[in-house]
């Protein structure tokens, strides 16, 4: 496995444009979830996909954030408007739900650490 | 609702000691709990997790934690603190209770300093 990995690391845009984040998660994986993080607090979650389906948006993902998973594999999260209070770091996740020694166990990316100015 | 606390900012213990990092949870019902360590600008990385079964489990790297359902507790030890064990460890719990939530709830973490 070559792991979660997300694109790009580092962010910085100012305040009202849009941004675009990519996750790929670990092959065969067919569970993905998206982690907000802000300094000093543990990841907050955002939604889930099984598949290409969204199954999960909590109440913190606001109509300005969309989230896809078009064919089940890769994904991207899109906030539009970008306010200052949207800086954190967004992680995204990967978990497998066959293989029965590895269930819901939940892997992280690197993360991309967004900066709002 | 779920919850997690982990009622220490920081926990400071000296090489070789043992150490624990303590996490209390709150769920409706059964729960999933979790260990994650992360290193400045990294992602999490899974330590070790309590599903069913004996309620001690074994991770990586020689951690170890405890399930504790009367005290709704699972605190993380390891025997001997290596410097590199230094980092920010955070505990997280699924609540099993009804059909398809897969969230994970985390505490704020705990800041581990092992000193030489």
């Known amino acids: 496995d070559t792991g979660v990995s997300q694109d790009p690391r580092h962010k910085i845009t100012k305040r009202g444009q849009n941004v675009t984040f990519r996750c790929d998660p670990i092959?065969?994986?067919?569970?993905l979830y998206w982690y907000r993080q802000t300094l000093g607090q543990g990841p907050e979650f955002l939604t889930y996909?099984?598949?290409?389906?969204?199954?999960?948006k909590s109440r913190l993902l606001s109509d300005r954030f969309s989230a896809e998973r078009p064919k089940g594999s890769f994904s991207t999260l899109e906030i539009q408007r970008t306010e200052q209070g949207d800086s954190a770091m967004y992680l995204c996740?990967?978990?497998?739900?066959?293989?029965?020694?590895?269930?819901?166990?939940?892997?992280f990316g690197p993360g991309t650490r967004l900066t709002v100015l | 609702a779920q919850s997690v606390a982990q009622p220490e900012d920081q926990v400071n213990v000296a090489e070789g000691n043992p150490l624990t990092v303590k996490c209390t949870y709150s769920?409706?019902?059964?729960?999933?709990l979790f260990w994650y360590v992360q290193y400045p600008n990294r992602g999490l990385q899974f330590l070790l997790k309590?599903?069913?079964?004996?309620?001690l489990v074994k991770g990586s790297y020689g951690f170890e934690a405890e399930f504790n359902k009367s005290q709704t507790s699972f605190h993380l030890k390891k025997p001997s603190a290596l410097v590199s064990d230094s980092a920010l460890y955070f505990c997280?719990?699924?609540?099993?209770?009804?059909?398809?939530?897969?969230?994970?709830?985390f505490g704020k973490g705990t800041k581990l300093s092992v000193i030489p």
């Open positions: 996909f099984q598949n290409e389906a969204q199954l999960e």
């Open positions: 997280a719990v699924r609540d099993t209770t009804g059909a398809g939530s897969y969230q994970l709830t």
């Open positions: 996740a990967s978990s497998d739900s066959v293989r029965t020694s590895d269930l819901d166990t939940q892997y």
């Open positions: 769920v409706s019902g059964n729960p999933y």
């Open positions: 309590y599903i069913t079964g004996d309620n």
């Open positions: 092959s065969e994986h067919n569970r």
